[in-house]
């Protein structure tokens, strides 16, 4: 089955600075990978995703890089702001396979003002 | 996306008895899931709830102690029998499909705690 590893496992910037969240899967054969935000006391809300035939996609402040070769896809987050704080995982699947993720361990970032 | 109702939203519970965890969607969907989020973990499927039919339960998780109902295609229960304080966790409902989309989305969870 999938594996997924995400690092780090805690994150600390300061405002205004650049967050950046690496994940590795091991099967070739996944073909989609979504980022989710956890907030305290919530559920994970997708915050964005890239599919395999893609290698980078952007949302405003939030980016994703797909490497597919090294099995390595990265969350970007510029101009960090307090509100960013929160626990991030990243996911992996073969999408025809269905929908049962498999998430990281997932990432704590702190943004201090 | 979908609005995703869970009950109870908090609860704690003594050893030994067992609690059952409402999922209600505003809209129909394809696939119905149950995740388990141990304290400071990351999020772990139990199982695929199936309309009509019994539950697909991932290793490690079976039916007698987490039973599962889906009668339609916007409702769901997770029950977690005969609790212990390894049962306290967050317990999440997630739905796919149909009128949603692809992409999975989660309810707000529920956090049980077991004395």
């Known amino acids: 089955g999938e594996n997924v590893e995400q690092h780090p496992s805690t994150l600390s910037v300061q405002e205004g600075d650049s967050a950046v969240i690496k994940c590795t899967y091991s099967d070739s054969a996944s073909n989609y990978f979504p980022w989710y935000k956890q907030e305290l006391g919530k559920g994970p809300q997708l915050i964005i995703d890239i599919r395999s035939n893609v290698g980078e996609k952007k949302d405003q402040r939030i980016a994703v890089t797909l490497n597919k070769t090294a099995k390595h896809f990265s969350l970007h987050i510029t101009e960090t702001q307090p509100e960013d704080s929160a626990v991030y995982f990243c996911a992996a699947i073969l999408k025809a396979a269905g929908n049962k993720l498999t998430f990281g361990g997932g990432t704590r970032v702190l943004v201090k003002p | 996306s979908a609005v995703i109702s869970q009950k109870p939203s908090r609860d704690i519970c003594q050893r030994g008895t067992s609690l059952t965890i409402q999922c209600q969607v505003d809209?129909?969907?394809?696939?119905m899931f149950w995740y388990r989020q141990q304290p400071g973990q990351s999020l772990t499927l139990i199982a695929t709830a199936n309309q009509g039919s019994e539950a697909t339960y991932e290793s490690g998780f079976v039916i007698d102690k987490f039973p599962i109902s889906r009668p339609n295609l916007t409702f769901s229960t997770l029950t977690v029998s005969n609790m212990s304080p390894e049962d306290s966790s967050i317990y999440l409902c997630?739905?796919?499909?149909?009128?949603?989309?692809?992409?999975?989305?989660f309810g707000e969870g529920s956090r049980l705690t077991v004395l």
């Open positions: 997630s739905v796919a499909g149909s009128s949603v989309g692809e992409e999975l989305f």
């Open positions: 809209s129909q969907v394809t696939m």
